[in-house]
């Protein structure tokens, strides 16, 4: 656990903000239809969003154990996990990703901050290289908006700067640390293109295409709120 006191603390997401998530779920599924059928597909996935419901994050290798109860004898189910465990996240990282995280490492520390299960989710911020340019700070939580207080024990600051695809994580964050965090939403994803979650929620303090736009930024300047937030000359 890190204690030092940081005049600014970057903290960001891995799903949709610096990996395309979408990509990934879209070859799992793509995966256990080759090898597996149409059919075991959507029971698998039927699965995970029962398991993304109870649990509140996404259990891949949760999912693969339950479809094995409901298919024992059936050892084609084997290769699911090696194929979750094995899988190539370096090549579904969104352009600039891992610059970003060392351009931020040049005014604080830049803070893994995920949802997801305990073994898979770690994998993938391994795998991807994003935990290594990182520094190897990674958090991941059941529920993160509801992790503030131990986020703030580990890593105490006078500004957070949080980079997050879900405005509804966003503005929790925001309505617990008010003028002590900016928010920066990249618009990539599904949700982050939800016309229902945009409308219902505000909008963040900086919105940004992609995530590579963040090393056009003077991004200590986010955390001076009583001026426009400034961007380098392209």
């Not at 075991?40 to 094995?68: M, N, S």
């Not at 006078?158 to 997050?164: A, G, I, M, S, T």
């Not at 309505?175 to 990249?186: D, K, L, N, Q, Y």
């Not at 736009?213 to 200590?220: I, T, V």
Request: aromatic share 8%; proline share 5%.
């Amino acid at each position: 656990m890190s204690n030092a006191h940081h005049a600014i603390v970057f903290l960001v997401d891995i799903d949709n903000t610096l990996l395309d998530n979408d990509r990934v779920q879209q070859d799992i599924q793509d995966h256990l239809e080759r090898e597996l059928g149409a059919q075991c597909r959507e029971r698998y996935w039927t699965i995970q969003e029962q398991l993304f419901e109870t649990l509140g994050y996404r259990d891949y290798l949760g999912a693969v154990q339950r479809f094995r109860i409901e298919r024992p004898n059936d050892v084609r189910l084997l290769s699911i996990g090696a194929y979750l465990m094995n899988y190539p996240f370096a090549d579904r990282l969104y352009p600039g990703a891992l610059d970003v995280l060392r351009h931020l490492r040049t005014w604080g520390p830049a803070v893994i901050l995920s949802d997801g299960d305990a073994v898979f989710q770690p994998r993938k911020a391994e795998q991807s290289g994003i935990a290594g340019a990182a520094d190897d700070r990674v958090l991941i939580y059941i529920h993160k908006e509801e992790a503030l207080a131990d986020i703030e024990q580990r890593y105490p600051t006078d500004h957070y700067v949080l980079v997050d695809d879900k405005l509804h994580i966003l503005n929790a964050v925001k309505s617990v640390w008010g003028e002590r965090v900016t928010t920066v939403f990249p618009r990539q994803g599904k949700f982050a293109h939800d016309a229902s979650i945009i409308a219902s929620n505000p909008m963040a303090d900086l919105t940004v295409e992609r995530i590579g736009d963040l090393l056009q930024y003077d991004l200590p300047a986010l955390a001076a709120r009583d001026h426009p937030i400034p961007s380098i000359a392209r």
